[in-house]
């Protein structure tokens, strides 16, 4: 996708609160200027979504906003989007303060495992499958995964691929093992991406790779999902 120039920084580290056990929800933006993560309560700490410059500056808490889900951001990288109050998609500018509703969601679908913004198109995985919105809300909302029982437990953390047709999703399985897949929006059977055993929430790259965590490295393959070809070996990203 498209997506303005980053500024050219060395590395930015960032420290976590969380309470034993628990790993924060992290969101990088598209434009490759923030970084926003959820605070986990505990230790008297304020807790809510935090986003931070990734040129070093001060993180700020953004106010009225769960500690819990998945964030994600709009297509030019300015709008973090969380699950607001009363089962609102909110959308929040994080360089003038704003706040707008994208789409009000079914009670009990819980905290959303992540999302996408490409376009008009916004998948959002909640309720255990991934549903596409349409961020101008003229067509209905719909679902593009069908959970396969008794194996699966959830459809989770979507992410649009180029084409802005298909995208890659993890599926949680009941026994907690993962698998990536490539679904479609126009119905097509969804295929799985040949990854190694114990890979976790697989991202993909606008180079063409498919980058994924494992034995806690974070791993890059070429992605048969531009090229049409095998996938190749994994190998370290820098």
Known sequence: RAAAEAPQAGAVRFSFDANRGQTPEISVSPNGRY???????????LSGLWVGRLD????LLLADTPST???????????VVVLGSDNRLIAIDVERGGRRILAELD?????????????????????????LQDASGRT?????TT????????????????????????VVM???????????????APVRVALPPGSTRARFDQRGYV?????????????????????GAPRPRG
Request: some cysteine; glycine content about 16%.
């Open 35 to 45: 970084l926003a993560w959820t605070a986990i309560p505990g230790g008297g700490r």
């Open 56 to 59: 070093g500056t001060q993180p």
């Open 69 to 79: 889900g998945t964030p994600f951001w709009s297509p030019d990288g300015r709008e």
């Open 107 to 131: 009670p009990g679908g819980g905290s959303p495992r992540g999302g996408d913004w490409l376009g008009q198109s916004i998948l959002l995985a909640t309720g255990n499958t991934i549903w």
């Open 140 to 144: 209905p909302r719909r679902e593009v």
């Open 147 to 170: 959970l396969v029982p008794p194996g699966e437990a959830c459809h989770a953390w979507p992410m649009l691929l180029p084409d802005g047709r298909r995208f890659l999703y993890t």
């Open 174 to 188: 009941r026994n907690g093992e993962t698998e990536s897949r490539i679904g479609s929006l126009d119905g097509d």
């Open 211 to 231: 980058v994924f965590g494992q034995n806690r490295a974070l791993l890059a393959q070429r992605s048969a999902a531009r090229a049409r070809h095998e996938p």
